[in-house]
């Protein structure tokens, strides 16, 4: 029994640590990354699997295995993946240890909020496996906390725990009143305002998992990378690419780091034998797909616009959404505006509709299965989207690819049968659209 059988850690999915983000940053920087469509994907310390679920909907020609200790966390994925009817994922109670003999199966592999929160000995273990599971031009992603940034987050949590010891109740309690302080030097009280802030937003499983776990232990943007040097792993680049480049990356990213108090790292890695270029090529977009729903953030009058070419991208972006278009004429552009963190590039567009693209709408089956149980749904994209209304969730759910508009009108009407006909329409073809631009309808 593990912590996570006693307290659920919520589920997520994180596009940042997708197959084909990987595959697109191991392109940048001159790897020759495995198509994604029929490519081999682990991850460990999957949860349910949620995150590997998402992707497997979109890819049904990869194959997916996932592991966590937890095994009332694999019992829950294995109930969604029987749900989803899917035959292309596989999720194990198992420890990373059982790993370290593996043999180079798999061309993607994620480990995300694992390095920082097991002993020593399992970290060694989880970055051998990791070498031993990577095909020789595998990719891994590894996320892990990093000083010097995480000495704040540190600092409250140690308080917290004093104060609380690692009841959820008693941690909450310390920082409402860590949160409005009144005495102390004013940078101090600044300090705990903010981190007991952030600590508050998270719900209780994240806050009682990621910052009151029994072991966590940031480190050293360098020391990392050591450690992976150690193991067999060679440093490629962040998830989300950063403006670091030149002979020593390594030692100018730890300045960065110092210079912007970092305190999170989404790395990856590769074989130590694989050559990984210094700088991005931007060329290496070239037949890639580019998207991002810009209209609704504003970033088109964000300064990106004014950079040659890409003011004509955003618009193009902004009219296309939720489709990707392909980066063909635009690489120079695209990788700018992806490294800032504006636009999403993928190897293949996920398969995405707009709401009159199919006289009868089908929305993610993961996404349905999700709105009947919870809060949060996953996107096509590999987001998180929550649905603004009970009756967007109804029509979520009852878009299934069976129903025409006008059962999708008839069967909500039955849900809402105070409202007229003409409601229950405009409800319906206002949703439709939404769920379009959230990225729900499949195409």
Request: charged fraction near 25%.
């Amino acid at each position: 029994m593990t912590d996570y059988d006693e307290v659920e850690y919520p589920a997520r999915v994180f596009a940042q640590c997708h197959p084909d983000r990987l595959a697109v940053v191991g392109r940048l920087y001159g790897l020759k990354s495995a198509p994604v469509e029929n490519a081999r994907v682990l991850e460990m310390g999957c949860g349910d699997g949620l995150n590997l679920i998402a992707s497997a909907i979109v890819l049904p020609g990869a194959r997916f295995h996932g592991i966590d200790l937890s095994t009332t966390a694999i019992q829950r994925g294995r109930r969604m993946v029987r749900e989803l009817g899917l035959k292309n994922v596989r999720l194990e109670a198992r420890d990373v240890r059982s790993l370290v003999g593996g043999g180079g199966r798999y061309h993607y592999v994620i480990a995300h909020g694992v390095y920082s929160w097991v002993p020593p000995d399992v970290r060694d273990a989880l970055l051998a496996a990791i070498r031993n599971a990577l095909t020789a031009n595998g990719i891994a992603f590894v996320s892990y906390s990093v000083y010097p940034g995480a000495y704040l987050r540190q600092m409250v949590r140690e308080m917290a725990v004093i104060f609380g010891g690692r009841r959820v109740e008693g941690v909450r309690e310390w920082l409402n009143e860590a949160a409005g302080l009144q005495s102390g030097p004013a940078v101090y009280r600044a300090v705990l305002a903010d981190e007991a802030a952030d600590m508050l937003r998270r719900d209780d499983g994240a806050l009682f998992h990621d910052d009151l776990s029994e072991v966590h232990q940031p480190c050293y943007f360098r020391d990392f990378v050591g450690h992976a040097g150690n193991n067999g792993l060679r440093y490629v680049a962040e998830a989300l690419p950063d403006a670091v480049t030149g002979d020593d990356r390594v030692a100018d990213g730890q300045y960065a780091d110092f210079q912007t108090g970092r305190r999170f790292r989404q790395s990856l890695l590769c074989r130590s034998g694989a050559d990984v270029s210094r700088e991005p090529d931007c060329s290496a977009l070239k037949h890639c797909f580019v998207g991002g729903p810009i209209g609704r953030i504003g970033a088109g009058s964000a300064a990106h616009r004014n950079a040659a070419g890409e003011r004509m991208l955003l618009r193009l972006l902004a009219t296309a959404w939720p489709a990707y278009v392909p980066v063909d004429g635009f690489e120079r552009g695209v990788s700018r505006l992806f490294m800032a963190g504006v636009v999403d590039v993928r190897t293949l567009p996920p398969p995405v509709a707009a709401a009159r693209r199919n006289p009868r709408p089908k929305a993610s089956p993961l996404a349905r299965l999700q709105a009947e149980n919870g809060a949060g749904v996953t996107s096509l994209h590999h987001i998180e989207v929550i649905p603004g209304s009970d009756s967007l969730r109804a029509v979520l759910i009852l878009a299934d690819g069976t129903r025409t508009r006008a059962a999708l009108i008839r069967d909500l009407r039955k849900l809402y049968p105070d409202n007229t006909k003409e409601q229950v329409a405009s409800a319906v073809d206002q949703h439709l659209i939404e769920l379009g631009q959230y990225g729900l309808l499949m195409g």
